[in-house]
């Protein structure tokens, strides 16, 4: 730039070229952006990349407690246990027809382990040999509370009970000294849960062995319902297929005596 006295100041400047040479262009300008709205659209950015995680881990959650509050709060059936049992007296009378006498005292324990309380109505228990009912007797209902328990006292009674299915069986088993019996117990109840009452039912089978000649029980097995009975008449099958095969071998040993003479 020239000046003189008497004339302004010229200024000399290159004109901006028609077609300027991009290949010499190496440097991109870009706007200013404040800390904070850096920090805004990397967050805004890191959601839109992760949508469905949030959700997942939600609904995870709540299927967790929805399976916990359905586990906790349905009913389930009771738990039905022998706590005790004793023998008051059996004897066997043969005369003028085989019969039986026996009183029997058990103490059943009924568990409940809902959160609700526990209304039943009764209690019943049945006696047997050798799979066929002997007898029965039924109870008075109660109220057993949430996560609680119960005690009820049974006492079987048969006095004078003619026997006539199974006299060979328990001639056999008196001669032994000791008498398998079989008790079902059974318990039937209602649990109400926000004004509705849903059915219950315990269920538990004994197998008792009874020694005639100190009138005690020596030991017995408890398995829920049905496995005592199915093993009963596995061992009536057996027996009976015992007895069967040494009625054929008794028949053979004839039949060759008959060839021999």
């Known amino acids: 730039m020239t000046t003189t006295k008497d004339e302004d100041p010229v200024v ?7 077609n300027p040479d991009n290949s010499n262009q190496n440097y991109v300008v870009l706007p200013l952006y404040p800390h904070s709205h850096l920090r805004r659209r990397h967050n805004h950015h890191h959601h839109h990349r992760y949508p469905s995680l949030s959700r997942c881990v939600g609904v995870a959650a709540a299927f967790l407690l929805l399976s916990t509050a359905a586990f906790l709060l349905y009913p389930s059936d009771p738990h039905l246990s022998l706590v005790r049992i004793h023998l008051n007296h059996i004897q066997i009378l043969t005369s ?4 039986l006498d026996l009183s029997l005292s058990l103490t059943l324990r009924v568990l409940n382990r809902d959160f609700f309380s526990l209304d039943y109505s009764s209690v019943h228990v049945t006696i047997g040999y050798r799979g066929r009912e002997l007898g029965f007797v039924t ?7 949430a996560r609680g328990s119960s005690y009820v006292n049974a006492t079987l009674v048969l006095d004078g009970f003619e026997v006539i299915h199974d006299v060979v069986y328990l001639i056999a088993d008196l001669a032994r000294g000791t008498i398998p019996f079989d008790t079902d117990s059974e318990v039937n109840g209602t649990v109400e849960i926000f004004f509705i009452d849903v059915p219950i039912k315990a269920t538990i089978s004994c197998e008792v062995f009874v020694n005639t000649n100190n009138q005690t029980v020596i030991r017995q097995n408890c398995l829920p319902q049905g496995l005592i009975k199915r093993n009963g008449l596995k061992r009536q099958r057996m027996l009976g297929l015992r ?12 039949k060759e005596r008959e060839v021999a003479k």
Not at 12 to 18: K, L, S, W
Not at 139 to 145: L, R
Not at 244 to 249: L, N
Request: aromatic content about 10%; overall charge positive.
């Open 96 to 99: 003028p027809q085989l019969s």
């Open 243 to 254: 007895h069967y095969m040494s009625g054929k071998g008794k028949e053979r040993k004839g």
């Open 139 to 145: 109870s008075n209902g109660g109220h057993v509370k």
């Open 12 to 18: 000399f400047y290159a004109p901006i070229p028609t």
